[in-house]
């Protein structure tokens, strides 16, 4: 996904350059052309680079790790061996999977997967080597008790044991550069806000500050109470606004975390402020710091040793992102070699049907309200195009070609979309994005559905839930955006890669009954 904005506050940072954050959010706001903190950028927002998930990251070292020890098993079984290694490999290939898998579990135990221990190349030497050693041992022992030790060859078993060993080594210690080097730019830290100043945010900061927690950065507090009530700083981090500042503010620099600290007797308040914030793709979580009743573990999740209640998940986290973003790109590539001949007789038809290019490009709500280029084929009369879709297009519309007329009712028009997901911006699913001046009737559709700018949570799509259940085409009426809405928030909360698949395999029969697309 591609974030925007710039670095903002934290345990090192200045406090101006936070405000300074805040108040180019609140000029964004007065150039921005629909509510609910909907500040489209004018160019693409590439100063700030996402997080790298740690669960991604630890898992990512942990396939490494399997992979290189069955790797160089294999390897010098099928170099030491050689003829006979066919005859052998219902030994060996059995002896090789155990030791990956051991390889895992031991290094597990081991400690080897935390973040500040793989950030220290010299302290994984020897921790790295004794936990190697502890999978030979176990493999010995294994083979020992299964009496089939004497048929490994030993000159294999300790080639192996030194060259997994170095192999793994050096891979850590690429890992430890990048490590230091993603610490360094914040690639591994939270970026963190507190809702909620006064006494109460500031003993949440204090025991943040003092917890074990050392991947979080505060950017600073927002609170509604004015100044008599909450100070200009707050534990040393700057009141940097208002909430509906900080919906604005997170549409242009990168929040991971958003806390609320606010007593859990006022539950008008957290409702409140919970209606404005939700709309935002960041984890939402109401501190449990001050809680009066003390609950089961498994109630609250941590930062550090802080407790909290999970009142939101941002959607597609971790190795969900991953899996979608695999999802996108293989579908995509795979879409357009296969769709590539329809894809010139279209444009060939356009070009001959009217004059005028044959692709239509369009600015649209993306991913946390930034925007992007959508690719479409040109379905109107070229001098009759509208960018912003201020005019929807509707049944027998004259600005239609006939070569479009067609395109519309089947949306083939949406085939050049394929092209915005290899580059990022789109998913081969998701809610549909809509142009900026876009309408239900004489109302931009912010102000007609509370909680609209929630689908921009994750990335647009080409086909959506929405689609496939029959609400495509004309957005012209409240009930339209609103039933539509619904469907995409469902979609979000409800994502899985076999409902992505589902939607997927449902709409070519949506485009072949054409229903409500003009």
Excluded at 111 to 133: D, E, K
Excluded at 230 to 256: C, H, M, Q, W
């Amino acid at each position: 996904m591609s974030e925007s904005g710039s670095p903002l506050g934290g345990y090192h940072a200045a406090p101006t350059d936070a405000a300074a954050g805040a108040a180019s959010g609140r000029s964004a706001r007065r150039e921005g052309s629909q509510t609910d903190g909907a500040t489209p950028s004018t160019e693409r927002r590439a100063s700030i680079v996402p997080m790298i998930s740690p669960a991604v990251l630890q898992g990512s070292v942990r396939i490494a790790d399997a992979a290189l020890a069955a790797l160089t098993g294999l390897l010098l079984f099928h170099a030491y061996l050689g003829a006979e290694a066919p005859s052998l490999k219902f030994i060996y290939y059995p002896t090789i999977v155990s030791g990956a898998v051991l390889t895992i579990l031991c290094f597990q135990l081991g400690g080897l997967y935390r973040i500040p221990v793989l950030q220290r190349t010299m302290l994984q030497i020897g921790h790295a080597g004794m936990a190697w050693s502890g999978v030979f041992v176990t493999l010995v022992l294994a083979g020992f008790f299964l009496k089939v030790a004497d048929d490994l060859s030993r000159v294999w078993f300790v080639g192996w044991y030194f060259s997994g060993l170095a192999s793994i080594l050096v891979m850590r210690g690429v890992f430890s550069v990048l490590i230091r080097h993603w610490m360094k730019t914040g690639r591994l830290e939270r970026r963190v806000v507190i809702v909620g100043g006064g006494d109460r945010g500031r003993r949440l900061i204090e025991a943040l500050m003092a917890s074990s927690a050392s991947d979080i950065k505060i950017c600073g507090v927002f609170d509604d109470r004015g100044d008599t009530r909450v100070p200009e700083e707050i534990a040393g981090y700057p009141k940097l606004g208002t909430v509906d500042e900080l919906v604005r503010f997170a549409r242009s620099n990168r929040i991971d975390l958003l806390i609320m600290s606010l007593p859990l007797t006022a539950e008008r308040r957290v409702l409140e402020m919970m209606r404005k914030v939700w709309v935002l793709p960041v984890d939402i979580r109401l501190s449990a710091l001050d809680a009066p009743l003390r609950m089961t573990a498994g109630t609250y999740s941590y930062v550090g040793n802080v407790p909290f209640f999970n009142l939101y998940d941002k959607p597609l986290s971790d190795w969900d992102y991953v899996l979608k973003l695999v999802e996108d790109r293989v579908l995509a590539a795979f879409f357009l070699l296969l769709l590539s001949p329809l894809l010139l007789i279209i444009a060939a038809a356009i070009k001959l049907d009217s004059k005028g290019p044959v692709f239509f490009k369009q600015r649209r709500y993306g991913f946390n309200n930034e925007l992007v280029e959508v690719y479409k084929f040109r379905t109107l009369r070229h001098e009759a195009t509208d960018a912003n879709a201020a005019r929807l297009v509707t049944s027998n519309d004259d600005r239609v070609t006939r070569v479009g007329h067609f395109l519309r009712r089947s949306s083939l028009d949406e085939l050049p979309q394929f092209i915005t997901v290899l580059k990022g911006d789109m998913s081969i699913v998701g809610p549909r994005p809509h142009a900026i001046l876009a309408k239900a009737g004489d109302e931009l559709y912010g102000d007609v559905v509370d909680g609209y700018f929630a689908r921009h949570r994750v990335k647009p799509g080409i086909t959506g839930w929405a689609q496939v259940n029959g609400w495509r085409g004309e957005t012209d009426t409240r009930e339209k955006i609103l039933r539509r809405t619904e469907h995409d928030l469902y979609y979000i909360e409800n994502w899985s890669l076999l409902l992505d698949l589902y939607i997927i395999l449902r709409t070519p029969i949506a485009m072949l009954r054409g229903e409500n697309a003009f």
